[in-house]
């Protein structure tokens, strides 16, 4: 009988959708282990985030609130996760594998002496867990060898949990979050209207074929109601930001519909996308690998498709 | 200022795998091997920041002799010397931090620079791990490094836009794909990278366990897609994402 911490992600005291897909994992691996999950929320005023929670079948939902945590720094959280978790006597602590869950939980296991998976996509028992390396080119079967181990859960491997009603205590833990040599000095947060990348219905991406105008990109995106995505040329090109970037050293994604334009099909941005129910290409480059995984090729100049395509979904009456 | 900086060997990222036969692994026999992308990056950044303020940049790998091959590529580059810890077998990423600590008690660096993830387990956990081992603040995905005497600043490609952290030195960098284009060697620093000194030492020398905390028990590979269709127009595309996949 496993005990199993979930660490709860929110944002200035919203809750980031992304846990619950820990709270899958957490679910998945509480049946195999016959065991029970807690869910942990830390940070300032995030007494909303833990009364939403309590509505998703967690033995309780423990609380650590202090202004010190209001702002993410990993040695903070860092500690109060590892101090509660060993309060709790958890055996197995998850969260979702976003950028603050890959900063965070090696931190935690640290503190711990505790191994830990990342990224894992299966739970085959309290310490085996299925994961991708090499890119997702690669399913390889770990065990840790520790007591106690901790999992990031690699988002799309996980549908979000839903509610299941019924109401978990809350307990407020009392949280040391230590003296931080760490400041936060600012966040500069990408202003978007469009939803957001791992959680969108469907994503249009743009590569190198764009050259740099992500304007027929745009112009789809809103048609269907998309977010947006780039390969990593387009990023190491600096044409767009960052984090639109899907692959294996960006974001990992699986929507309904994946739209690829302009992108030749690396075996990096495969890793990224690779799990979409279904993907269309557009490149005008016949040969391109994309072609070679896509359930629907349209060869054809992005800059003359696009803007068709655009109208016709339009004419179809489809999307946003 | 001085700066510790890994070059991890890896397989070619754009190779084919191959699995062991028995599955116990991918077959690296006769692949190239490289120094993981993201390490360049690092390596790169520490040595803009020995040109700016002057210092050393020490250059680390674990691993078999062969990655020495990695470590003279970082000396190549430009780096001052090198590390090697001599080891056999897996070590995996806790070993891996648990044996950087001891380096950095030895070396006592202003910063250590590593890369954000190895491009082959693709965990990224060692720098996160070496920063709690040693108390120290981290700034993981940074896309931008400032050094201002005895504090860091550093922007972080994070999800949903940038974060920027004051970090007091010493402290642990990881590199995003964007904080610079790493450069090429030169001739003349292939020439040099030479008659760099490479210090040998093992785990054992350290006094660090490298038995494994997370043991990789069996890989397989996952089935790929096949391609699809081409259709001819976009009243094609959508006509089919309508009525055959349904997904619109």
Same mark, same amino acid.
């Given at each position: 009988? $496993?005990?199993?911490?979930?660490?709860?992600?929110?944002?200035?005291?919203?809750?980031?959708?992304? *846990?619950?897909?820990?709270?899958?994992?957490?679910?998945?691996?509480?049946?195999?282990?016959?065991?029970?999950?807690?869910?942990?929320?830390?940070?300032?005023?995030?007494?909303?985030? $833990?009364?939403?929670?309590?509505?998703?079948?967690?033995?309780?939902?423990?609380?650590?609130?202090?202004?010190?945590?209001?702002?993410?720094?990993?040695?903070?959280?860092?500690?109060?996760?590892?101090?509660?978790?060993?309060?709790?006597?958890?055996?197995?602590?998850?969260?979702?594998?976003?950028?603050?869950?890959?900063?965070?939980?090696?931190?935690?296991?640290?503190?711990?002496?505790?191994?830990?998976?990342?990224?894992?996509?299966?739970?085959?028992?309290?310490?085996?867990?299925?994961?991708?390396?090499?890119?997702?080119?690669?399913?390889?079967?770990?065990?840790?060898?520790?007591?106690?181990?901790?999992?990031?859960?690699?988002? *799309?491997?996980?549908?979000?949990?839903?509610?299941?009603?019924?109401?978990?205590?809350?307990?407020?833990?009392?949280?040391?979050?230590?003296?931080?040599?760490?400041?936060?000095?600012?966040?500069?947060?990408?202003?978007?209207?469009?939803?957001?990348?791992?959680?969108?219905?469907?994503?249009?991406?743009?590569?190198?074929?764009?050259?740099?105008?992500?304007?027929?990109?745009?112009?789809?995106?809103?048609?269907?109601?998309?977010?947006?995505?780039?390969?990593?040329?387009?990023?190491?090109?600096?044409?767009?930001?960052?984090?639109?970037?899907?692959?294996?050293?960006?974001?990992?994604?699986?929507?309904?519909?994946?739209?690829?334009?302009?992108?030749?099909?690396?075996?990096?941005?495969?890793?990224?996308?690779?799990?979409?129910?279904?993907?269309?290409?557009?490149?005008?480059?016949?040969?391109?690998?994309?072609?070679?995984?896509?359930?629907?090729?349209?060869?054809?100049?992005?800059?003359?498709? @696009?803007?068709?395509?655009?109208?016709?979904?339009?004419?179809?009456? @489809?999307?946003? | 200022?001085?700066?510790?900086?890994?070059?991890?060997?890896?397989? =070619?990222?754009?190779?084919?795998?191959?699995?062991?036969?028995?599955?116990?692994?991918? =077959?690296?026999?006769?692949?190239?091997?490289?120094?993981?992308?993201?390490?360049?990056?690092?390596?790169?950044?520490?040595?803009?920041?020995?040109?700016?303020?002057?210092?050393?940049?020490?250059?680390? %790998?674990?691993?078999?002799?062969?990655?020495?091959?990695?470590?003279?590529?970082?000396?190549?580059?430009?780096?001052?010397?090198?590390?090697?810890?001599?080891?056999?077998?897996?070590?995996?990423?806790?070993?891996?931090?648990?044996?950087?600590?001891?380096?950095?008690?030895?070396?006592?660096?202003?910063?250590?620079?590593?890369?954000?993830?190895?491009?082959?387990?693709?965990? %990224?956990?060692?720098?996160?791990?070496?920063?709690?081992?040693?108390?120290?603040?981290?700034?993981?995905?940074? %896309?931008?490094?400032?050094?201002?005497?005895?504090?860091?600043?550093?922007?972080?490609?994070?999800?949903?836009?940038?974060?920027?952290?004051?970090?007091?030195?010493?402290?642990?960098?990881?590199? =995003?794909?964007?904080?610079?284009?790493?450069?090429?060697?030169?001739?003349?620093?292939?020439?040099?990278?030479?008659?760099?000194?490479?210090?040998?030492?093992?785990?054992?020398?350290?006094?660090?366990?490298?038995?494994?905390?997370?043991?990789?028990?069996?890989?397989?590979?996952?089935?790929?897609?096949?391609?699809?269709?081409?259709?001819?127009?976009?009243?094609?595309?959508?006509?089919?994402?309508?009525?055959?996949?349904?997904?619109?």
């Amino acid at each position: 009988m $496993a005990k199993i911490l979930v660490v709860a992600e929110q944002y200035l005291g919203q809750l980031r959708s992304a *846990t619950l897909s820990a709270v899958s994992a957490a679910r998945a691996a509480a049946e195999k282990t016959g065991g029970d999950y807690a869910i942990l929320v830390l940070g300032s005023n995030v007494g909303e985030v $833990a009364d939403k929670l309590t509505g998703y079948g967690a033995s309780k939902v423990l609380v650590a609130d202090n202004p010190v945590l209001e702002r993410y720094l990993a040695e903070s959280y860092g500690k109060v996760v590892a101090d509660v978790a060993k309060a709790e006597g958890a055996e197995l602590v998850l969260m979702t594998s976003t950028t603050t869950g890959k900063d965070l939980l090696p931190r935690v296991a640290a503190r711990l002496g505790a191994g830990m998976a990342s990224d894992i996509t299966e739970v085959l028992g309290a310490k085996a867990f299925k994961r991708p390396m090499f890119a997702g080119n690669v399913i390889a079967s770990v065990e840790v060898t520790t007591p106690v181990v901790v999992a990031s859960v690699r988002g *799309t491997a996980y549908s979000p949990a839903e509610a299941t009603g019924g109401a978990s205590a809350k307990e407020t833990v009392s949280a040391d979050p230590g003296t931080p040599k760490t400041k936060f000095v600012s966040f500069d947060e990408t202003k978007s209207d469009r939803p957001g990348l791992t959680e969108a219905r469907i994503v249009v991406s743009g590569g190198r074929g764009t050259k740099g105008d992500f304007k027929p990109i745009e112009q789809l995106a809103d048609a269907l109601g998309a977010a947006m995505g780039a390969s990593r040329a387009a990023v190491d090109a600096g044409w767009v930001p960052n984090d639109m970037q899907v692959g294996q050293t960006g974001k990992v994604v699986a929507p309904e519909l994946y739209i690829a334009v302009g992108i030749s099909g690396a075996i990096q941005h495969w890793a990224g996308m690779k799990d979409s129910k279904v993907i269309v290409a557009i490149n005008k480059d016949g040969e391109a690998p994309i072609f070679q995984g896509a359930d629907y090729g349209l060869i054809g100049d992005l800059f003359k498709v @696009v803007p068709e395509l655009v109208d016709e979904f339009k004419k179809a009456g @489809v999307g946003a | 200022m001085k700066i510790l900086v890994t070059a991890k060997r890896l397989m =070619d990222p754009e190779t084919k795998i191959k699995l062991k036969k028995d599955n116990s692994g991918v =077959d690296l026999e006769g692949v190239k091997f490289v120094v993981n992308p993201f390490d360049e990056n690092a390596i790169e950044e520490a040595l803009r920041l020995k040109e700016k303020h002057g210092g050393e940049v020490v250059v680390v %790998s674990i691993g078999k002799p062969e990655v020495v091959e990695q470590i003279r590529t970082g000396l190549a580059m430009g780096g001052d010397r090198g590390i090697h810890v001599n080891a056999d077998g897996e070590i995996d990423s806790d070993a891996v931090a648990r044996i950087l600590a001891k380096l950095v008690e030895e070396e006592k660096p202003d910063l250590v620079l590593m890369g954000k993830q190895a491009v082959d387990d693709d965990s %990224s956990q060692a720098g996160q791990l070496l920063a709690e081992y040693l108390g120290w603040g981290q700034a993981c995905f940074a %896309s931008k490094v400032e050094v201002n005497g005895t504090t860091a600043t550093v922007t972080r490609e994070v999800d949903g836009g940038l974060e920027t952290l004051e970090l007091q030195l010493p402290a642990l960098v990881t590199a =995003d794909l964007r904080l610079n284009e790493p450069r090429y060697a030169s001739l003349p620093g292939i020439m040099k990278a030479k008659k760099k000194e490479v210090k040998e030492v093992t785990p054992a020398s350290l006094g660090v366990d490298v038995a494994p905390k997370v043991k990789v028990t069996g890989v397989t590979v996952p089935p790929a897609r096949s391609a699809g269709k081409k259709v001819e127009s976009v009243q094609e595309l959508v006509q089919m994402l309508k009525t055959e996949a349904k997904v619109l």
